[in-house]
């Protein structure tokens, strides 16, 4: 047990040390995280403003308001931003094994699956919480919600919950380049998915793919459930049942990645493969 407690300690250690270490890169260039400010929260606040423009000509969008879209927007551009931040690398893993760049992470006293991860967090990923919180905190003041420390905790619950199965996905797409040997991008393909998902009412959908989307890919509890319950909008979702459903999903998924990474790895050839 202390050698486990020891162990978790340094990993802790470590992580805090990259994050200064990347901070301290950004600030080398402070041009460029401007040009990320910018950029970035603009992207964010137009697929806001489209919603906007769709329910002001529409109406709901089925049965959602306005206040309960931005809400379930903001929430899920959140989640995303953390992503962005600790698994975006997920994206580039086919190149990682194209160029033997595990070389190193296997020649390290650390778990391989940890520094590909958080050797390189992605500070500028900080500029994408920048509208999701903005957005967020419109939602609840649009849908009358009660911030209390109850609510902190339970959305914090599910943020965790969300940014798991969210680098889950990066992580198993990734890890099929061990076995493709390609270094095919699926990045950007799987954000436009859960883009589409995740910051729309899953209900929208069939229930074909809301049955995908919840028990195949389950994004739809990154933000979808999580919102329902939240706001009662659905009764079948229970408010102080479905944020520990979303956490367990997400540990869940990042379980059955890691397990998949792992047995990716032993098919690592190095560089040339």
């Not at 999701?132 to 911030?147: S, T």
């Not at 699926?186 to 910051?199: N, R």
Request: charged share 10%; glycine share 10%.
């Amino acid at each position: 047990m202390g050698k486990a407690y020891r162990e978790l300690i340094h990993y802790l250690d470590v992580t805090v040390q990259v994050i200064k270490m990347a901070f301290m890169t950004i600030i080398e260039y402070p041009s460029n995280i401007a040009g990320w400010l910018i950029s970035n929260p603009l992207q964010f606040i137009m697929g806001f403003a489209i919603i906007k423009f769709v329910v002001a000509s529409f109406g709901q969008i089925n049965g959602w308001n306005y206040g309960q879209l931005a809400f379930l927007y903001g929430l899920s551009v959140i989640s995303h931003a953390l992503s962005m931040i600790f698994f975006v690398q997920g994206w580039f893993m086919g190149y990682y094994v194209i160029e033997g760049e595990f070389d190193r992470y296997l020649t390290r006293p650390l778990g391989v699956l940890y520094q590909f991860f958080f050797t390189n967090i992605n500070i500028f990923g900080v500029t994408d919480l920048i509208p999701g919180i903005l957005v967020f905190i419109y939602g609840c003041v649009k849908c009358g919600v009660r911030i209390d420390p109850l609510f902190i905790i339970q959305v914090i619950i599910i943020l965790t919950g969300a940014t798991l199965i969210r680098g889950g996905i990066y992580i198993l797409l990734g890890s099929t380049s061990f076995h493709t040997r390609s270094a095919v991008d699926f990045g950007q393909y799987t954000q436009e998915i859960m883009d589409k998902t995740t910051m729309y009412p899953l209900s929208m959908y069939p229930e074909s793919m809301q049955f995908i989307l919840t028990y195949l890919i389950p994004v739809g509890w990154i933000s979808f459930y999580p919102v329902s319950a939240l706001l009662g909008i659905d009764s079948a979702c229970n408010r102080m049942l479905v944020p520990f459903i979303t956490l367990a999903v997400g540990i869940l998924v990042m379980l059955i990645a890691g397990v998949y990474f792992s047995m990716g790895l032993k098919k690592y050839e190095s560089a040339g493969n």
